[in-house]
């Protein structure tokens, strides 16, 4: 006889709870374990969901359980957290685990009971603001990847007649780049006059760039640099209304906050950063200036605004933030025996975001606690690893100070990395100690005794 599970046997957890099966056509919701008396069958409209939310509230139900299901989830997450409901979603690989038959209807019963049994653990689920902001943020990021896409069909067109803007310049979003697009949009073919065009501080000669921006032009290519560039024109004006929209947006949810000091700290200037003084928004919203952290600029800012929002409390500790983010490896073991070690998927932005930060305090030049460990993991091991290594970190930094309200301490991390000398000192000794060899012996003049 094939074992079956016995749910009787373990405790209730959540009383008045409904389970909910999400369709991209109907969602089936489940208020009890009776098939026919407690299931109901809804549609997806805007009215079929405030229904729902009627029809738990007829059956004395405050909980609601639920699978992610590709967004088909998200409206009515919005709408049951409206109505007062303790909404929690699930991934679907929680429900799955447990052998049952398989149907709309006894999916919607099966996510009840586990949630009864308080067996199904929850997804992130940001604020309401957080929300709000996060597909203009997103869009914003897509329009920033389109623009760049835009400028390699100009580069590649104007190779097909050599003219070698990518050579000429490191950059052709540049001033001097957007000024030598422009004009060849215009008509202009003299190689000598499009180089006059480059900025003087520029390393080649006049010269070399006449050479590099003599081509042998026609018609036809002038017709596809002009239509990429005002599609690359689009893109820029199209920024510039979501950037104006992200401003009004904050200061509608800002203006009964008290207002912040404001930063010392300048921001980099940068050709896709948003015209939104997003570091003082997060200021006031927050309570912490987390642009004193080395590399966290406005894009940074704004990212962890839309995706997580003032919501950083749901994660229970540092570590269980960075697990969010795939930093930390997610270890499986059976038999004592290690069977993966992958790291979480997040679909988010900010694990991206968090790694670009981390990319850039490695190219920074001057020292910081955070340059310092990005240089000693990349030595250690690679320039990858010391990527991921050195988001991991700013993850950890940027939830103890939301979390404990603290502002950057860059002191604490110099503590760090004194303690990182003293454990290197004592290796030092123990290999020479391993070795019979002594301090006299190579004629050093470090003072170990305080390790």
Known sequence: MKEQLN????????????????????????????????????????????????????????????????????????VLQQEGFDVLVTAGA??????????????????????????????????????TIRPLVRMRQSLIEDGADYIRRIQKTLRLI???????????????GLAIIKAICEGEEDGAILAALVDKHCKKTPAELTQLLTGNWTPSIRLQV????????????EMTRLDAEL????????????RAEATKKKPRKHRNAPKVAVEQ??????????????????????????????????????????????????NKA???????????????????????????????????????????????????????????????LVYTMLKRGEAYQPEKLERDQEQVKVMQIRKIKKNLHKFGISIQDLGWTVDFQTA
């Open 94 to 131: 929680n429900t799955k685990n447990y052998r049952r038959f398989k149907s709309d209807v006894s999916d919607a019963i099966h996510i009840r009971t586990l949630h009864q049994l308080g067996l199904l653990p929850p997804i992130f689920i940001t604020d309401e603001f957080a929300t």
């Open 162 to 176: 050599n003219v070698r803007l990518d050579a000429t310049l490191t950059d052709s979003t540049s001033v001097s």
């Open 7 to 78: 749910y009787q046997q373990m405790p209730v957890i959540h009383q008045q709870v409904a389970g909910i099966d999400i369709g991209s056509k109907f969602h089936v919701v489940a208020v009890g374990d009776n098939p026919k008396t407690d299931v109901k069958e809804f549609g997806v409209s805007t009215k079929a969901l405030f229904e729902i939310a009627l029809f738990l509230k007829e059956n004395d139900v405050q909980h609601v359980a639920m699978e992610a299901t590709g967004g088909y989830e998200k409206p009515l997450v919005s």
């Open 334 to 396: 059976s038999g004592g025996k290690l069977l993966s070690r992958k790291t979480l998927k997040n679909k988010s932005n900010l694990p991206n975001t968090f790694r670009q930060v981390a990319n850039s305090i490695g190219n920074m030049k001057d020292s910081n606690p955070l340059v310092n460990f990005f240089r000693r993991v990349a030595f250690k091991s690679s320039r990858k690893k010391a990527i991921t290594a050195t988001a991991r970190k700013l993850a950890v």
């Open 226 to 237: 002009q239509s990429s560039y005002r599609l690359y024109q689009a893109v820029q004006a």
């Open 247 to 258: 401003d009004r947006l904050f200061t509608e949810h800002t203006q009964h906050l008290p």
């Open 281 to 330: 928004y997060a200021r006031q919203m927050l309570g912490v200036n987390l642009h004193e952290i080395p590399g966290f600029g406005r894009t940074a800012i704004l990212t962890l605004m839309s995706e997580v929002g003032e919501s950083i409390h749901r994660f229970n500790s540092a570590k269980a933030f960075a697990k969010w983010l795939g930093f930390t490896p997610n």
